[in-house]
């Protein structure tokens, strides 16, 4: 795919690896359209990827919503005149052990609404955005490309029952697409990051983050941008399809 006039949404684009996706991609001249919740960060994030030589609108909108997401990505090819790929980023995280126990009693469980805020957001919402971004792609003609941003985390991690039920969800959701939407030409990949260095994880304490990168084989963070590049790696090579591809420094939880 040349990404020249070529219409790409970013979910969750306000903000790191989203943000950082669109002003990898604003060089490259396609419109970007932007999804958050936040009005306000989205119009930093809009500034910033103009900046970078961007053709950019945003759009507020919950992903977990669905007739809220049907309305914006028929919104967003209309304006445009056609759709051709999206990047499923948005996700929220709510860590807690499945049960906390101390001496053999248990003393908390991870709750039902931590559990579904995180599925709403992460598992539901990818599916809302990508069922919604396949159909303009079809009734536009011209095939497009969906990718799901997963993460290491799906094969397991503790105290993220709930994230990593998503994030491998939405890797095989993926897949999946990319068999049943091979006929109207719409690929279909995820991209599955491991520890990368976006504001939320630059705020854990030092000594964790120091933890974290000796056990990386790379004894680094990943950058925002290197997952930035991945993206526009899938985008750019027609030949990228129905793949998970780990972007993690050699990280093997």
Known sequence: MVLDDKVIVITGGAQGLGLATAIRLAPKRPHIALIDMSQHKLAEAKNATESAGGSVSVWECDISEEEAVDEVFTQIAKQNGRLDAVVNNAGVTRDALLLKVKEGEVEKRMSLKDWQQVVDVNL??????????????????????????????????????????????????????????????????????????????????????????????????????????????????????????????????
């Not at 955005?129 to 095939?143: D, I, L, N, Q």
Request: hydrophobic share 40%; charged share 20%; glycine share 12%.
């Open 124 to 253: 539901t919402g990818t599916f809302l955005c990508g069922r919604a971004a396949a159909t303009e792609m079809v009734k536009a003609g011209s095939g497009g490309c969906i990718i799901n941003i997963s993460s290491i985390s799906r094969h397991g991690n503790m105290g993220q029952t709930n994230y990593t039920a998503t994030k491998a969800g939405v890797a095989a959701m993926a897949v999946t697409w990319a068999k049943e939407l091979r006929k109207q030409g719409i690929r279909c990949v995820a991209i599955a990051p491991g520890y990368i260095g976006t504001e939320m994880v630059l705020n854990m304490k030092p000594e964790a983050l120091e933890k974290i990168a000796v056990g990386i084989p790379a004894r680094r963070l990943g950058q925002p941008n290197e997952i930035a590049q991945t993206v526009e790696f899938i985008l750019e090579n027609d030949y990228v399809n129905g793949r998970v591809i780990e972007v993690d420094g050699g990280l093997r939880i």
